[in-house]
Every structure is written in structure tokens, then in C-alpha cells.
């Protein structure tokens, strides 16, 4: 690309932002939607596993 473009790294960069953070927001969100239409929840403090019995 920057040979291509015949542009900084950074300013290639800065351009790929703005759509990652949108494509990662929209994943989110339709899994939000999704978990939320179906009634799934997520683990209460008592239910999650202790970290260094699973590591």
C-alpha cells in the first residue's frame, strides 16, 4: 500500500481506523441483539471458574 499509494504508514493507518472500529462495533452489537433475542445471559460472579485452576 505504500508503495502503491506513495503514502506515510501512519496516514494509511489512520484511514483503516474508522472502519475497524466500525466493523467491530456492528459485530457486537448484532451479538448483543442476538444473545438478547434468544435470552442468553452471561455467568454470574459465582459461576465463572477460577483463572489459574483452568491456565
Known sequence: MIE??????TTILTAALVPAFMH??????????EARRLGL??????ELPNAWKVL
Open 4 to 9: 502503491y499509494l506513495g503514502l506515510p504508514l
Open 24 to 33: 467491530f462495533f456492528g459485530v457486537i452489537v448484532q451479538v448483543h441483539l
Open 41 to 46: 445471559r452471561g455467568l454470574s460472579a459465582s
